[in-house]
């Protein structure tokens, strides 16, 4: 059953449709957010962008950079087509490049979330890009 951060994301990415965002740039974001909510659900008891601290949003991207490529779908249905595990890079180091697109898209995510007044803290206030 779909949290409230599933319907927040979707009201997201709908509001970058609306606003003429690049196609490429509205799935990067819709990648990156569906990852981080399946790493949310599986990780804590947050079902909401409101309980997001800057804790969780630090200790998913360490995750990220820890656990592998391909390891982490963000719909699991796409493995059976895709075969991630076929991939010759599966499993390794995830680059700092990604963590850091990562980083950018959920800045994104929760700036428009503050600036729409739909939390009341931004937890990726003082999470920076990583020196490559």
């Known amino acids: 059953m779909p949290e409230k951060i599933d319907f927040e994301v979707d009201d997201f990415l709908n509001n970058c449709d609306y606003k ?17 909510i399946r790493y949310l659900q599986n990780e804590s008891s947050i079902i909401k962008t409101e309980q997001v601290k ?21 719909n699991e249905e796409t493995r059976k087509c895709n075969k991630p595990q076929n991939r010759t890079d599966f499993g ?19 700036n428009y979330m503050y600036d729409n007044r739909l939390i009341k803290v931004n937890p990726m206030k003082n999470i920076w890009i990583l020196a490559l």
Do not use: C, W
């Not at 800057?54 to 963000?74: A, F, M, Q």
């Open 20 to 36: 003429g965002l690049a196609k490429k740039t509205i799935r990067s974001y819709d990648q990156t957010l569906k990852l981080f």
């Open 54 to 74: 800057e804790k969780d949003i630090k200790e998913y991207l360490k995750n990220t950079k820890e656990r592998g490529k391909y390891t982490v779908l963000s």
């Open 92 to 110: 390794k180091k995830v680059s700092l490049a990604t963590v850091n697109n990562y980083t950018r898209n959920l800045r994104v995510y929760f």
